[in-house]
């Protein structure tokens, strides 16, 4: 099988082209950095615009650079939520056209899953049932994932997700957001203390595995403010003091917001036990598991339990195609997906799109649909 995956669903748009004995023959990502930037924050009419301006090129790279032609592919593998129908629209329709084109069948994609099925690919080893933490941008999920298709959600995140937590730290610090947040903040809390500011654990009175990032962000944007700190001045034009300043307290929100990631495995691991008592593998995906210290300190936890950490290379933890093809190779295997669309452009063809999907909700049935 080779299939081409395609991802829109956030700022990042996706292409690449896997095997299903897991060689990657092609992966690319182009990202909306500069849009963050110039707008302080992906509008979601303008993350469709810059969707729609580079897909044909990306998807076209993607087969350039497995030195494929769409008649070669097995399947279309794409993103059909959860997120914006205004960006997921845009990789259905490419992956719609390609399909209808070439008559190939469709296997629409759950991006979480996603997230946590990449590890598969990367660790043969990894068996169902094993946990996962996905964590990223707008999500913080503790799943048990005990087959294809089937997670018991543990926990998730009810105020604000980590990655967001580490954008708006980053920018209340004045750091480059060319790049997103997280990295910056990665690199900026190497230079601080990061026992300075005690920021408190969030939620910690709840004896449960969810997630809120919510508070913490709060203490921080105080502290930013407490210690005078002007994110109008970029951090490369700061004083010494001021610098040491931003890095203590970028230190200390890492700290604290990893803490709370710790405490919460801690019990999930604990209750999942109970459940599967097999299970061997703690798999760590998303976007913030590409964060060193993340993946340092979850170690820790999971080598305490007498578990493995999985945690995908960090271009497979950021929003990626590999991930969305490998996704559709493992559905594609038990039968699962949709068949060609029709070869011509119509609007009777309406596609399945799920901005609100529940990891562990059923996959509905013939998700394609003539009006
Ligand atoms: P979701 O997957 O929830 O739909 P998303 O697709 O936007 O959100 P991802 O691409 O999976 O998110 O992850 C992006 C998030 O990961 C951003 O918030 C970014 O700051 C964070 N991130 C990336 N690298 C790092 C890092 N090294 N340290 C911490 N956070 C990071
Ligand atoms: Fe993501």
Not at 182 to 197: F, K, M, Q, T, Y
Not at 243 to 266: G, K, M, W, Y
Not at 331 to 348: I, L, Q, Y
Request: charged share 20%; glycine share 8%; proline share 5%.
């Amino acid at each position: 099988l080779i299939v081409l995956g395609i991802e829109t669903s956030c700022d990042d748009t996706a292409a690449a082209v896997v095997k299903s004995s897991g060689e990657i023959l092609s992966q690319v990502v182009s990202s909306q950095a500069d849009l963050l930037v110039r707008y302080g924050g992906v509008a979601p009419k303008m993350a469709e615009e810059a969707h729609s301006q580079v897909i044909d090129q990306v998807v076209q790279e993607a087969l350039n650079q497995a030195n494929l032609s769409e008649a070669d592919l097995s399947a279309v593998a794409v993103t059909i939520g959860p997120s914006l129908s205004l960006c997921l629209r845009v990789g259905v329709q490419k992956a719609r056209k390609t399909a209808g084109s070439f008559n190939l069948p469709i296997i629409g994609v759950h991006h979480m899953e996603a997230h946590a099925l990449v590890a598969r690919l990367m660790e043969r080893e990894l068996q169902f049932p094993f946990m996962a933490l996905l964590i990223s941008g707008g999500h913080n999920l503790l799943i048990l994932a005990q087959g294809l298709g089937q997670y018991i959600q543990l926990g998730t995140s009810i105020y604000d997700a980590i990655g967001e937590a580490y954008d708006k730290t980053a920018k209340w610090l004045g750091l480059d957001m060319r790049r997103s947040g997280g990295p910056a903040i990665e690199e900026l809390a190497r230079e601080g203390d990061a026992e300075s500011i005690k920021f408190s654990i969030p939620t910690k009175q709840h004896k449960d595995c969810n997630f809120s990032y919510a508070g913490l962000k709060t203490q921080v944007r105080l502290a930013t403010e407490s210690r005078n700190i002007n994110a109008e001045i970029p951090i490369s034009c700061a004083s010494s003091q001021d610098r040491r300043s931003r890095a203590d307290i970028a230190a200390s929100f890492q700290r604290v917001a990893v803490l709370h990631l710790e405490e919460r495995c801690e019990r999930a691991i604990e209750w999942a036990l109970k459940i599967e008592p097999s299970i061997k593998h703690l798999v760590v995906s998303g976007g913030v598991a590409s964060n060193q210290y993340v993946r340092a300190r979850l170690d820790q936890v999971v080598k305490k339990n007498s578990l493995q950490l999985v945690c995908p290379p960090p271009s497979l933890c950021t929003d990626n195609g590999v991930m969305v093809a490998w996704t559709g190779i493992e559905h594609f295997r038990v039968g699962r997906f949709d068949p060609p669309p029709p070869a011509v452009e119509s609007e009777d063809f309406v596609y399945d799109l799920r901005p609100r999907w529940p990891l562990g909700e059923e996959y509905a049935e013939g998700r394609s649909e003539a009006r």
